[in-house]
Every structure is written in structure tokens, then in C-alpha cells.
């Protein structure tokens, strides 16, 4: 098979990968731009645990309990898109707040 001409310099060398990155001299490689340990970091990694843990009581039909770990959960995350400007997390997670809320109110005023 044979590659055109732009594809023929394209040969994989071992090394480090920031080195190479910083060979390529491109707009178009980005570097990781989520923050690391700021008030971001603790809030996304402890959300993200208390997503986890409502997953668990779900899967054990632990109700509401579930419901009230996952609404903490995306509370955390909603936060967080906030911090970041993320239209995308805050959209989600604002969704997912009115999505658990609402069955906290059902479970409560619906006698479930």
C-alpha cells in the first residue's frame, strides 16, 4: 500500500512523548488543561467518589439513600463545571439535580 507523500515521514520512535511534542512545534497538541490540586481537584474527585458510592446503593435498591448520594454527587460536579466554565458538565449536572431531586420528592410525597 502506498502512503502519499504526507504520510511517509510518519514513522513511530521510541522516547519521551513530551520530547516529541515539543518536535512536532504544532497548535493542534494540546497538553492536559483540567487543574491539579485546586479546589477543582478535591471537589471532582470527591463528587466523583460519591457518584460511585450512590452507584453501589443503587445496585443494592437502597432507596432514597441512593438518590440523596447521587444528587450530592452531581451537586459536586455542577460546582465544578461552574469553576471551569464548562456549559457541558453544568447542562448535565443541573439536569441530573432536577432529575434526583424529583425522585426524592416522589419517593417522600408519593408514598413509594
Not at 14 to 40: E, H, M, Q
Not at 101 to 107: I, P, Q, R, T
Amino acid at each position: 500500500m502506498n502512503k502519499p507523500d504526507w504520510m511517509k515521514n510518519d514513522v513511530f520512535t521510541p522516547g519521551k512523548l513530551s520530547d516529541k511534542i515539543k518536535a512536532l512545534n504544532s497548535s493542534r497538541v494540546f497538553k492536559k488543561v483540567t487543574p491539579k490540586g485546586d479546589l477543582s481537584w478535591y471537589i471532582k474527585w470527591a463528587s466523583s467518589l460519591v457518584i460511585l458510592t450512590g452507584m453501589v446503593l443503587t445496585s443494592a435498591s437502597i432507596e432514597p439513600w441512593n438518590m440523596v448520594t447521587h444528587l450530592i454527587g452531581v451537586s459536586g460536579w455542577l460546582v465544578v463545571g461552574m469553576l471551569w466554565h464548562d456549559r457541558a458538565l453544568i447542562m448535565l449536572n443541573g439536569v441530573a439535580i432536577f432529575i434526583f431531586a424529583s425522585g426524592l420528592v416522589n419517593y417522600f410525597f408519593n408514598g413509594s
